[in-house]
């Protein structure tokens, strides 16, 4: 038996368990279904490319994670990243934020946007809604030209069905001024958003600082351990092997809605909830390019109907190591929710085809291809997840569970935000 029982070694289980043996804890175990450690935040290696699970950036502004960083990982092992992303939409590329950077679009689309500001409904109180937040903060015209299309596209949910609640810092927010600026010169350079600059490992991808890590940690990390159900009374974890672990405190980070349905509970309807939290899965496709420099771009957002994906990448702009030299790295991605295996791979064929003719790439170019596929991406931001989401966490609660972390906490969160999560978890259960 441990004293603490961590589900999960992504990277709020490594902080958790980091975090506690920097309070001198070591009675803990951490279990995790796969073979290796990191989550989401790995990286695989193939034909010389090295491909993330999707695109991985490292936001720091916090004083602790800076610290962190600095400490355990280096900066002299990042490079540091100014943002060059762009949108695709009505055969041109203009610079992200949409919302500030209208040049080179039709001046019918120009003044839609500048009208639709202008005359944009006002509120007393923030619209709960994600369409009407928009509405108010924008106008009908940015809402229609980029965020209804492109947010329905990586949510792969109806935009008036979605809450306000995950904007947040993620969507910049704009004046009267930085339109009509952004609309009559091509912009200079700008400062605008969380990820407007971003540090990323010079070498062995995003993976490399996960990796620092866990080398951190004294106690084994014991894998492929899945976890098949969880009896709240007699607080004992169960997996897939047959063996058992009891616990007095329990650290969740595997996805909520599976936790939920592994539970064995006759007071809380869980497996009801289970069913009622939604996520969206994404297909990650990278192909590795005999050309070099194909692009000098970051990423560009895709927001128009058309193109299945909703954004594509170019690594190798983050760093040399990702390509072999004279070659190039991409990376797409699309959404879908519960659809049939036979509709994805589908999209995925659309997805490919459609890149390679956008982007002039041809079949003799390619030297590798990887495709991804991520069950849990993005979490649904619904009403029935802000109404009911804090009812969960706190029953759990009651019954000694700590469920935290993008997927254990149902939310968006950042690499940054996801090991502060784990220090703050360390804390609560450690000091007085």
């Not at 916090?62 to 092992?77: L, Q, R, S, T």
């Not at 069905?161 to 009509?180: H, N």
């Not at 590798?368 to 849990?376: D, G, S």
Request: hydrophobic share 35%; proline share 5%.
């Amino acid at each position: 038996m441990a004293d603490v029982v961590i589900i999960g070694a992504g990277l709020t289980g490594l902080s958790t368990a980091y975090h506690l043996e920097k309070l001198g804890f070591t009675d803990y175990k951490l279990f995790e279904k796969e073979t290796e450690v990191g989550g989401l935040c790995r990286s695989v290696h193939q034909d010389g490319f090295t491909f993330d699970y999707t695109g991985h950036l490292l936001h720091i502004n916090d004083a602790y994670f800076k610290e962190f960083i600095a400490n355990v990982v280096g900066f002299e092992h990042f490079n540091t990243i100014h943002r060059k992303s762009f949108i695709y939409s009505q055969n041109t590329y203009t610079h992200y934020p949409f919302q500030v950077n209208l040049h080179g679009l039709p001046s019918e689309t120009i003044a839609s946007c500048i009208e639709g500001f202008i005359t944009r409904p006002t509120t007393k109180k923030p619209p709960l809604d994600f369409k009407k937040w928009v509405l108010t903060n924008f106008g009908k015209g940015i809402a229609e030209y980029f965020f209804y299309p492109y947010q329905e596209k990586i949510f792969s949910y109806p935009v008036e069905k979605l809450s306000a609640s995950w904007t947040g810092r993620f969507v910049p927010k704009t004046s009267l001024t930085e339109m009509i600026q952004g609309a009559l010169q091509p912009p200079q350079e700008q400062q605008i958003g969380y990820n407007a600059q971003f540090f990323y490992p010079k070498q062995e991808g995003i993976y490399f600082w996960i990796k620092k890590l866990h080398g951190q940690l004294k106690q084994p990390v014991y894998t492929q351990r899945e976890v098949t159900h969880i009896n709240l009374a007699q607080k004992q974890v169960v997996f897939s092997d047959g063996s058992t672990e009891k616990y007095n405190t329990l650290i969740n980070t595997m996805p909520l809605n599976i936790f939920l349905s592994l539970t064995q509970s006759t007071t809380q309807n869980f497996a009801h909830a289970s069913k009622k939290l939604l996520c969206n899965s994404v297909v990650n496709f990278n192909l590795g390019i005999k050309r070099e420099n194909f692009s000098d771009k970051h990423w560009i957002y895709y927001p128009e109907k058309q193109y299945p994906f909703y954004r594509i990448g170019f690594s190798h702009n983050f760093a040399h190591s990702m390509a072999p030299q004279g070659h190039s790295s991409l990376y797409g991605e699309f959404s879908h929710l519960q659809k049939p295996p036979h509709e994805v791979q589908q999209m995925l064929a659309t997805a490919l085809e459609q890149t390679k003719k956008l982007l002039k790439i041809e079949d003799h170019e390619l030297a590798t291809e990887k495709i991804i596929t991520i069950p849990h991406a993005y979490v649904i931001f619904d009403r029935w997840r802000d109404t009911n989401l804090p009812k969960i966490l706190t029953a759990l609660l009651d019954k000694d569970i700590h469920s935290i972390g993008r997927y254990g906490g149902w939310k968006y969160s950042s690499m940054q935000e996801g090991l502060l999560e784990g220090k703050s978890m360390a804390e609560k259960i450690i000091l007085p």
